[in-house]
């Protein structure tokens, strides 16, 4: 398992863009519209996209505004090895509509911690499942060199 990246929910995306650019001289790596990563591996969410992920729980600032995000190389194997911990679940395990698999669940402050399935063990999955590179791009939402990169690396 590794690290990721810190995300936080904002109010404003163009606000929060216009901060991190100025304030702190952050470079957009990638947007995907609604989240948008930054070069430091901060990550900004729409509160709108955010509320779905979690649910539709109530938001408010200081609690349920961020989390902590790792990715999983073995994803069975990391949820088999949940079951057996005393673990309070934001939500269970489900399948975001690109197809990663995730789950989140509170730390004992109460902090978000999300793990999700690496990326590019989705495409593989994706893959393996018959699909072609092409099902694959537009299945994850994701381009063409994308797929190809995760299936070559």
Avoid at 31 to 47: I, K, M, R, Y
Avoid at 69 to 97: C, K, Q, S, T
Avoid at 138 to 152: A, F, K, T
């Amino acid at each position: 398992m590794r690290y990721t990246s810190t995300l936080i929910a904002v109010k404003d995306l163009a606000e929060s863009l216009r901060f991190y650019r100025e304030v702190l001289g952050m470079e957009v790596v990638q947007d995907f519209g609604a989240n948008v990563v930054l070069s430091g591996g901060v990550a900004l969410q729409t509160l709108e996209s955010w509320r779905e992920f979690i649910g539709g729980k109530p938001v408010t600032f200081r609690t349920h505004t961020g989390e902590l995000y790792f990715e999983e190389g073995d994803m069975d194997g990391f949820l088999a090895r949940l079951e057996v911990l005393p673990i309070a679940y934001v939500h269970p395990p489900l399948e975001h509509r690109w197809g990663q698999r995730v789950v989140r669940f509170y730390d004992p402050d109460g902090h978000i911690v999300e793990v999700g399935e690496d990326m590019t063990q989705v495409v593989k999955r994706f893959a393996a499942q018959g699909m072609t590179e092409e099902q694959v791009a537009e299945r994850m939402d994701v381009s063409l060199d994308y797929v190809q990169e995760c299936l070559e690396g």
